[in-house]
């Protein structure tokens, strides 16, 4: 009986929208509730923060070690180094990642104008007291924000009682190369960007140059088309 009423109770929760139904990871944020999320009130920081993962695909604690020597002001390129590395489970090996090169868009440009001032080096991502911010803390921001405009879901319920979200760090991560994808990307050469397992790396790295990537993100991302405004 306790069993029955488990099920009944995460079918209640769990989301159904079919809107949701088509999606290349079978999970994730529509274009309307990302927009609705990048829009809400919130400070620069936390603005620059989420777009950035949005549009460049990167991880969050790839992120948030990104200094502001690996940000070209001029060209809007933003570089991570340290990138996550790959298991390869066929070679029971890790394989180091390269650094990431990808491009932002001019709303978030501007963002990180205004985020980075004057200074010359350091963590982009600071508290007050010039202390680099952790995954943690945006993470409880992101639910936070998500939660006070009504488009927070759970979407998955473990076993242990864990509960899963729409909108997440990872989420949003994922949602910016779906986006890509169902726009018209090439999904190999986004693939490329997201760098998702040893399986897709090797199957893809040597098919698409960094290059590529950011001519395909320019052309499809919503975050280039204008379908995102930053506000003031």
């Known amino acids: 009986m306790g069993e029955l009423v488990g099920v009944y109770k995460m079918n209640k929760i769990l989301n159904t929208d079919e809107n949701r139904s088509v999606k290349l990871l079978d999970r994730g944020m529509m274009v309307e509730e990302v927009q609705t999320l990048l829009t809400a009130p919130m400070g620069n920081r936390e603005r620059a923060f989420f777009r950035s993962v949005y549009e460049t695909f990167y991880r969050a604690?790839?992120?948030?070690?990104?200094?502001?020597?690996?940000?070209?002001?001029?060209?809007?390129?933003?570089?991570?180094?340290?990138?996550?590395?790959?298991?390869?489970?066929?070679?029971?090996?890790?394989?180091?990642?390269?650094?990431?090169?990808?491009?932002?868009?001019?709303?978030?440009?501007?963002?990180?104008?205004?985020?980075?001032?004057?200074?010359?080096?350091?963590?982009?991502?600071?508290?007050?007291?010039?202390?680099?911010?952790?995954?943690?803390?945006?993470?409880?921001?992101?639910?936070?924000?998500?939660?006070?405009?009504?488009?927070?879901?759970?979407?998955?319920?473990?076993?242990?009682?864990k509960e899963y979200h729409l909108v997440s760090l990872k989420a949003l991560r994922e949602a910016g190369e779906r986006h890509c994808d169902l726009a018209g990307a090439d999904s190999e050469v986004t693939a490329r960007g997201a760098q998702h397992s040893a399986i897709v790396k090797e199957k893809y790295y040597k098919k698409a140059g960094w290059e590529e990537v950011q001519e395909q993100v320019r052309k499809f991302h919503p975050a280039f088309n204008d379908e995102i405004e930053d506000k003031p």
Do not use: W
């Not at 350091?122 to 508290?127: D, E, K, L, T, V």
């Open 61 to 161: 604690n790839e992120l948030l070690q990104c200094n502001i020597e690996d940000y070209n002001r001029n060209t809007g390129e933003l570089i991570a180094v340290h990138t996550k590395n790959k298991y390869n489970p066929k070679t029971q090996q890790y394989i180091k990642s390269p650094p990431k090169h990808m491009i932002l868009s001019k709303p978030t440009q501007m963002l990180f104008k205004r985020i980075i001032g004057n200074r010359k080096k350091g963590a982009i991502f600071i508290n007050k007291r010039g202390e680099r911010l952790t995954k943690t803390y945006f993470q409880v921001v992101i639910n936070e924000i998500a939660t006070s405009i009504a488009i927070q879901k759970v979407t998955h319920i473990t076993e242990t009682g």
